[in-house]
């Protein structure tokens, strides 16, 4: 089973505020990606990459930035936090491309933008 | 509309009666994935399966393809199987997923 961790889990900032949620795989894994979840939309893509420095807009990427400094390494950047943006978000990593496009999930962070 | 649309929205079982959760979808389905989501929050990969039938454990996953739907049967239901159980799809190798909504599955003792 593939190791996707998040961190923090839990995260409170104020309206204005910056904000960056980190997602680590150690699985050598191509794809990783950036969802968000609430209530009646379901998980939602933010953004992906398919490798070390490369960046794909996913479906509802206002107000976020995201960069993939290394293949294990994707960060979230919330540059100016609304309350918008509470939402349980969650990391992911697959290795497609190479025919395993199964997505594995960390464990989640909870923002609260206050 | 949403691509993906997962019936029914919610489910009650009795411990050991079965669970049949369905998933339709509007376009082609290059992957589908069910998940499994528990309350506390954690997602958790139970099958890849878009074509045909897999099995693993009490987990039964049927996708036919040309008829764009996908079911999941839990076979004797236990109290830990309560959670929402959510489906997702690749609509052409795009290497996104496209959620559903989820059923929501409470088991009572």
């Known amino acids: 089973e593939a190791a996707v961790t998040q961190s923090p889990r839990n995260k409170v900032t104020v309206t204005g505020g910056n904000v960056t949620l980190s997602c680590r795989q150690t699985?050598?894994?191509?794809?990783m990606y950036w969802y968000r979840q609430d209530t009646g939309h379901g998980l939602r893509l933010i953004h992906y990459?398919?490798?070390?420095?490369?960046?794909q807009i996913g479906d509802v990427p206002d107000g976020y930035k995201a960069t993939r400094t290394t293949q294990e390494d994707f960060f979230l950047l919330l540059e100016l936090a609304s309350p918008s943006q509470t939402s349980l978000y969650f990391c992911?990593?697959?290795?497609?491309?190479?025919?395993?496009?199964?997505?594995?999930f960390g464990p989640g962070t909870r923002l609260l933008v206050l | 509309g949403q691509q993906v649309q997962q019936s029914p929205s919610s489910l009650v079982l009795q411990e050991g009666e079965n669970a049949e959760l369905q998933c339709n979808f509007s376009?082609?389905?290059?992957?589908l994935q069910w998940f499994y989501q528990s309350p506390g929050g954690s997602l958790v990969s139970l099958l890849s399966?878009?074509?045909g039938t897999k099995h693993t454990g009490r987990l039964t996953s049927t996708t036919v393809t040309k008829e764009r739907r996908s079911s999941l049967h839990i076979s004797s239901s236990q109290t830990t199987d309560s959670g929402t159980y959510l489906c997702?799809?690749?609509?052409?190798?795009?290497?996104?997923?496209?959620f559903g909504l989820g059923t929501t599955l409470q088991v009572q003792p």
């Open positions: 399966n878009p074509s």
């Open positions: 699985n050598s894994h191509n794809y």
């Open positions: 376009s082609t389905a290059t992957q």
């Open positions: 997702a799809i690749d609509p052409g190798n795009t290497r996104k997923l496209i």
């Open positions: 992911a990593s697959s290795d497609a491309d190479r025919g395993k496009d199964t997505q594995y």
């Open positions: 990459s398919y490798g070390a420095g490369n960046l």
